[in-house]
C-alpha cells in the first residue's frame, strides 16, 4: 500500500477530483449535486469519490440516501507541510527572476533604449 | 496528455521520487549521486528522473557524461498556489480542533479532575 502522502498526491492528480474538493469548499454536497457540473455518468462520479475518500480528503455521511460529501482538512495541511521545504526554494528562484528581469531594463536603459524591430 | 498540475501532482506521488526532489534542495547532483541512497538500479532510478524531468519539476544539463539534475520551482509554486485557497479551510479545522480540546480541558477542571483507571 502506498504512504499516506503518496495516496493523497495520486487524488490530487485528476481535474475532475481537484473540481470535486473546490466545490467541497463551499459547504456539504450529495453526489448527486457534484455530479452535475461534469458531464459524466453517477457510476464514474462514484469512483472518483472513492479515491478523494480513500485518500482521506472527503468523508461522506451515513444517512441512507443523502450521504453527503464533506471536505477533510488532515491530507491537505500534510500536503502544504511537506511543500514548506520548498518554499524558500520556489521564492528565491522568482526573486532572482525578478533580479534579472530588473537588471535586463537597467541595460535597455544605458544602451540607449535602441528598437528592436520584429523579426 | 494530462494538464500540467495532474502531471505534477502524479509526479509526486512517490516516495523516491520525493526523496530525489529533496537531496536537490541542497544542490545540483548527478544520476549516480541520486541514485546511491536507493537500493534501486541505475535504470529504475532514471525512470523516477524522466517523470519528474516531465513534470518540469528537475532539469537536466546537457554536459555528455555528467548531466547533472536541478530542481526547478515552476511546479511547485503552482501547486503552493493551487493549495492556497485550501488554506483557510484547514486553518479553520485545527482552529476549531483547539477549541474544543479547550472545551474538553474546562469540562475536566470543573468535574473536579476524576480519576480514570485505566482498562
Redesign the interface.
Known amino acids: 500500500m502506498?504512504?499516506p502522502?503518496?495516496?493523497t498526491?495520486?487524488a490530487?492528480?485528476?481535474?475532475t477530483r481537484?473540481a470535486i474538493?473546490?466545490r467541497l469548499?463551499g459547504g456539504e454536497a450529495t453526489v448527486t449535486e457534484l455530479a452535475e457540473p461534469f458531464a459524466m455518468s453517477l457510476p464514474a462520479v462514484s469512483k472518483h469519490l472513492r479515491v478523494l475518500q480513500r485518500a482521506g480528503l472527503i468523508a461522506q455521511g451515513r444517512e441512507a440516501q443523502w450521504r453527503p460529501c464533506r471536505?477533510e482538512?488532515?491530507p491537505?495541511?500534510q500536503?502544504?507541510d511537506?511543500?514548506e521545504?520548498?518554499?524558500s526554494?520556489?521564492e528565491?528562484?522568482?526573486e532572482r527572476l525578478d533580479e534579472y528581469l530588473e537588471v535586463l531594463k537597467t541595460k535597455e536603459g544605458t544602451t540607449g533604449g535602441r528598437d528592436h524591430s520584429p523579426d
Open positions: 502506498a504512504d502522502l503518496s495516496t498526491f495520486a490530487l492528480a485528476d481535474p481537484r474538493l473546490a469548499t471536505l482538512a488532515g491537505l495541511k500536503v502544504s511537506w511543500m521545504r520548498y518554499r526554494f520556489w528565491e528562484s522568482f
